[in-house]
């Protein structure tokens, strides 16, 4: 299933149909949170680098052995990549992951004394960290206002006419335009766990979506 073609709608309309699609999700996700398990913003900060272009569960799987050989950015950079590689090989790009994690952690080791900087710019300038996986780490860790987009919000944002931007950034512009700041990272969460589980790349549930009434795109 594709978006369909947006209506034209001004940005009164539209502001108000997101103010409905909040609702709509507040009620669904009351406390929507990042599905990666982890204990402190180091650990978010890894079991997010390991989930580009792979799954939760598998790096959910993978992280209780990685995170008890490896509980610290000191421990982490101490290693070699062929090290960590072991715990990580279910995980899409596995050893180009074992790379940047190794030079992560030596990298917040050299640089901000083993934690995790609360700054886009230095998050984005850490090995294996982009736009996204920065913005989802001071969201979750740190409260820091963000959507960040991946591959189901912008779903989302395309199927709800929110958006009809192609780059995350512009993504998130649009939609961080349309919702209360105080909101922005549970908007984020929310639409990651709606696309997961209801709104689906090939089947959507329309017929059991609460977003439906507010969705140009519901297949009726």
């Known amino acids: 299933m594709e978006a369909v073609a947006c209506p034209k709608e001004g940005e009164k309309a539209k502001?108000?149909?997101a103010s409905e699609i909040l609702k709509a999700l507040k009620a669904l996700y009351p406390g929507a949170r990042t599905e990666l398990k982890h204990e402190n913003p180091f650990q978010l900060l890894v079991a997010t680098v390991l989930s580009a272009q792979a799954t939760d569960k598998s790096v959910n799987e993978a992280t209780p052995a990685l995170f008890a050989r490896f509980p610290d950015a000191k421990a982490l950079a101490a290693a070699t990549p062929e090290e960590v590689e072991p715990y990580i090989r279910k995980i899409g790009l596995y050893r180009t992951k074992a790379r940047n994690l190794v030079a992560l952690a030596r990298r917040l080791l050299e640089?901000?004394?083993?934690?995790?900087?609360?700054?886009?710019?230095?998050?984005m300038r850490l090995p294996g960290v982009g736009w996204k996986t920065a913005t989802v780490v001071l969201g979750a860790a740190f409260g820091v206002p963000g959507i960040a987009v991946d591959t189901h919000v912008a779903r989302l944002a395309r199927r709800l006419c929110l958006s009809e931007a192609r780059t995350p950034e512009k993504i998130a512009e649009d939609l961080e335009a349309l919702f209360p700041k105080d909101h922005w990272v549970f908007v984020h969460h929310a639409l990651v766990l709606h696309g997961r589980y209801v709104c689906t790349a090939r089947r959507p549930?329309?017929?059991?979506?609460?977003?439906?009434?507010?969705?140009?795109?519901?297949?009726?």
């Open 15 to 17: 502001k108000a149909r």
């Open 111 to 123: 640089d901000y004394g083993g934690e995790v900087p609360r700054d886009k710019e230095a998050l």
């Open 205 to 220: 549930r329309c017929g059991a979506c609460p977003l439906a009434p507010h969705c140009p795109s519901r297949q009726v």
